[in-house]
């Protein structure tokens, strides 16, 4: 195994811990709420959802908020920790299904389905390999009318790594291609594993040339992870994060960007 795979490993035991704040539930609401807008426009009911990189399933614990709880679930991670981890919070929910599989050398047409809604979030997208290849074999598994993408990588020019590049005069900080370790782990024994850091312009390029529709790209969190003063209650949080969303119209400025797209006109 290499290093990079024992980091989410090591890391899956204390992932949900990690999310487990106000900002970070505020997140995963706003996101929740994204993937309602994205599947309103739905011919038909969303009845299959396949997550790439689904960690612990933060994406699974969130499918009642956006009106997909009884939706067919197959979770695909490296990691068999996080894996397991998933299958012991939902061990009574029936029409789930994981599968250990690195996203950069698996065939998602393997999995011989087609699918309403393909999710891969919170950074999860910064680890693929060739973004325009993966796209392209997201688009086979799509459902021809009712297909739905929102995929989320980390913002290569976000507050945070232009602040730390003039701060620590390290034009290393902008790079595309950086070790990185989870916003939140405070873990100094890694650097973190090889992570890719994008701009709306690259994602969008992509989901065009991958020949998907509907592109639009978002920034989520921009400045509330670098002051002090964190929201004290989720209601703050999914408040703060929407202001941030509304007020500031450059979503490369943020943390993460969020990719939505669909296989329909
Ligand atoms: C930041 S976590 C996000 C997890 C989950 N999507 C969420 O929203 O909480 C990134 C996940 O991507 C997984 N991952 C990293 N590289 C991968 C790869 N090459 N193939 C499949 N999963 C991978 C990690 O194991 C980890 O669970």
């Not at 035991?13 to 997140?27: A, I, M, R, V």
């Not at 739905?42 to 994406?59: E, H, R």
Request: aromatic content about 8%.
């Amino acid at each position: 195994m290499m290093d990079q795979d024992r980091y989410f490993d090591a890391v899956a035991s204390k992932y949900d811990s990690l999310y487990d704040n106000p900002l970070s539930q505020g997140e995963n609401l706003l996101v929740a709420e994204d993937i309602a807008v994205l599947i309103h426009s739905a011919a038909n009911k969303v009845q299959s959802i396949l997550d790439i990189g689904c960690g612990t399933g933060l994406m699974l614990d969130m499918t009642p908020h956006f009106g997909c709880a009884d939706a067919r679930y197959v979770g695909t991670d490296l990691s068999e920790t996080m894996l397991r981890r998933l299958r012991e919070k939902h061990a009574t929910r029936s029409n789930t299904e994981t599968h250990r599989c690195d996203m950069n050398t698996f065939d998602l047409r393997n999995l011989k389905e087609e699918f309403d809604l393909v999710l891969s979030t919170f950074g999860a997208f910064s680890y693929v390999k060739d973004p325009l290849n993966f796209l392209q074999d997201v688009k086979h598994i799509l459902k021809k009318d009712n297909g739905h993408l929102l995929v989320m990588a980390y913002s290569r020019f976000s507050v945070q790594n232009i602040w730390a590049r003039l701060k620590q005069q390290n034009p290393k900080y902008t790079d595309a291609v950086r070790p990185y370790v989870y916003r939140n782990d405070s873990d100094s024994s890694s650097n973190g594993p090889l992570t890719r850091f994008h701009t709306s312009a690259s994602l969008t390029e992509a989901a065009h040339r991958a020949g998907l529709h509907r592109i639009s790209v978002k920034g989520l969190n921009f400045f509330l992870d670098s002051t002090g003063n964190k929201p004290a209650s989720t209601e703050n949080a999914i408040k703060a994060l929407r202001e941030e969303r509304l007020q500031i119209p450059l979503p490369d400025l943020s943390h993460s960007l969020i990719l939505t797209a669909s296989n329909y006109e």
